[in-house]
């Protein structure tokens, strides 16, 4: 067993673990935990005694609730680019590692999983939910976008699930999760820890037995309404389609795009839209891109210390209206 402070690794049986152990931040990822993921990842990719990656987070609040964005925020704001730039190039070198990692990864997922805890898990083959696991990617309310893949992963779940998760930042049940194509398996925590040791003995054989019937889809009902609103092609017109719905889900998405930045709307639909063309690779190229473009803009500083820094809540963003937003400044930030 090795200790890198906040990621623990060890070899158990015929897999390979790997621990998110930032319990108090939510096992929240900087750039020492990414380096140990993948240092780790590489060392066991020719390993003939390690059949198979497990990964968990540590404490039952969160598998890992995204990237350290106070610190990137305080890079972007001091001129320190290239360290933003060192966070995002690791980061996301990881996130395609996993989707191509020759052996299986199978991501266990109790808590909170969102942003780069999604980029930890869902680019890979199997993705294990609880019932307390809580799927998210809530970029928008810190001025950004859903980034580590998810424009190439959310415009590839069914209908328009994606653009609407990606664009409220609402969050998913583990069960919901598996649903909508987040997860792979639903495991009840009671029985986690049991299927984790299971994994060592069996591989991944062991998944089966301990995949447990789902409960009912969540927005089954809603499903339809859902693409008919998300698929409109601008933010101004899938407001407009979930004011005249006027059901209880749509009020709940109207809330949370009123909430969160208004540009980064706007630029969180584009980039979903290309998203759907591209592959992880190259999606991950445009998302490093547009990193560079985006948290240029007042309301990621903004968003960040709103949400994080201060926890006041009350971002003051520029514009602060949907319908007030410039189209050709947010197509400028795609430009080259």
């Keep these: 067993m090795t200790t890198e402070d906040t990621v623990i690794t060890s070899r158990d049986g015929r897999v390979g673990r790997i621990l998110l152990n930032r319990p108090k931040a939510l096992n929240a990822l900087d750039l020492k935990m990414i380096r140990a993921c993948a240092a780790i990842l590489e060392t066991w990719r020719d390993n003939p005694h390690v059949d198979a990656v497990v990964i968990e987070g540590a404490g039952e609040r969160a598998f890992c609730a995204g990237g350290d964005i106070r610190a990137l925020r305080d890079g972007q704001l001091s001129g320190d680019r290239a360290s933003v730039d060192q966070f995002f190039a690791e980061e996301y070198a990881l996130n395609l590692t996993i989707a191509t990692y020759p052996k299986p990864y199978i991501a266990l997922i109790d808590g909170i ?14 993705r294990v939910a609880t019932e307390h696991a809580g799927f998210g990617m809530p970029e928008t309310a810190i001025g950004f976008f859903p980034d580590i893949g998810a424009t190439y992963l959310l415009p590839r779940l069914p209908g328009e ?3 609407y998760l990606g664009l409220t930042g609402l969050r998913v049940t583990g069960a919901d999760a598996v649903h909508a194509g987040l997860a792979t398996h639903y495991t009840p925590r009671a029985r986690l820890a049991d299927l984790s040791a299971a994994l ?3 591989g991944v054989a062991a ?4 995949n447990e019937t789902l409960p009912a889809f969540s927005l089954a009902d809603h499903r339809s309404a859902i693409d008919y609103c998300f698929a409109a092609g601008t933010v101004a017109e899938i407001v407009s389609r979930l004011e005249a719905i006027g059901a209880e889900w749509a009020e709940a998405a109207l809330k949370a795009m009123r909430t969160v930045s208004p540009s980064a709307l706007h630029w969180t639909l584009l980039a979903l839209r ?3 063309d591209l592959t992880l690779k190259q999606a991950l190229d445009a998302e490093f891109a547009l990193t560079r473009t985006t ?20 971002p003051a963003w520029q514009p602060s209206r949907i319908e007030d937003v410039d189209p050709a400044r947010i197509d400028a930030l795609f430009a080259g």
């Design 161 to 163: 699930l994606g653009v």
């Design 113 to 126: 999983c969102m942003g780069g805890g999604i980029g930890l898990s869902v680019h890979a083959p199997y």
């Design 207 to 210: 998944l089966a037995a301990y």
């Design 200 to 202: 060592a003995r069996d």
């Design 274 to 276: 290309h998203g759907r």
């Design 295 to 314: 948290m240029a803009h007042p309301d990621f500083a903004e968003g960040v210390r709103a949400m994080v820094v201060d926890k006041d809540r009350k």
